[in-house]
């Protein structure tokens, strides 16, 4: 019978609309194993951070490493700590919308309000410098109410806005790398992932 022939190893479609059961076997067998691959592919590119100081006192490597140490050392759970390590993943390759890249990265692998939270982190972070620069540094405000509010400003008072200091102790980026494989390993939600496959 030609049931080993059904087997294959890449989808033998040119348009979606051509494709078969054994065609997206394929693929699924192919994605599985890359499984875990993707948190080496932020790695990389948050690797791209190092030495690029854009003006600061500390390069946006460091600056995310301190973030994250801060947090981790306040006690904050991993999810949060992984939010605070990637919040400016964004800012060489897409900087006027760095934090939208962020949240985007994680927005399959964590809650609402740390999603909000990087999404909207850079408007808040604005509260500490927009004036100098001939820009409303209230613009928060527009959010004033949401759910996340205190949240998102909590975060960028407490770990973001002071994560700039050149003798600040801050742990390695392997130290954080476990963590980001645990709260990356599994999506919570996404559109590929079924209700049902518990």
Known sequence: MADDAAVI????????????????????????????????????HLKLLDSDHGGFAVDRLEHSLQTATRAHR??????????????????????????????????????????????HHGVFQGYYFFHHLGL?????????????????????????QNSFDPAYDTMPLDAFVPMMRRVMEAPKRSIYTRDDAA
């Open 9 to 44: 190893d890449r989808a033998r479609f040119h348009a979606m609309t051509e494709g078969t059961l054994e065609d997206w076997q394929a693929i699924s067998r192919a994605n599985a194993a890359e499984r875990g691959r993707h948190v080496d592919r932020i790695l990389d």
């Open 74 to 119: 306040d006690g904050r759970d991993e999810e949060y700590v992984v939010c605070a390590l990637l919040h400016d993943i964004g800012d060489i390759l897409l900087p006027a919308s760095h934090a939208e890249m962020g949240a985007a990265i994680l927005k399959p692998y964590v809650s609402d309000a740390n999603h909000w939270m990087l999404e």
């Open 136 to 160: 409303d540094r209230d613009m928060r405000e527009q959010f004033r109410g949401h759910p996340h509010f205190e949240h998102c400003a909590q975060f960028c008072h407490l770990y973001d």
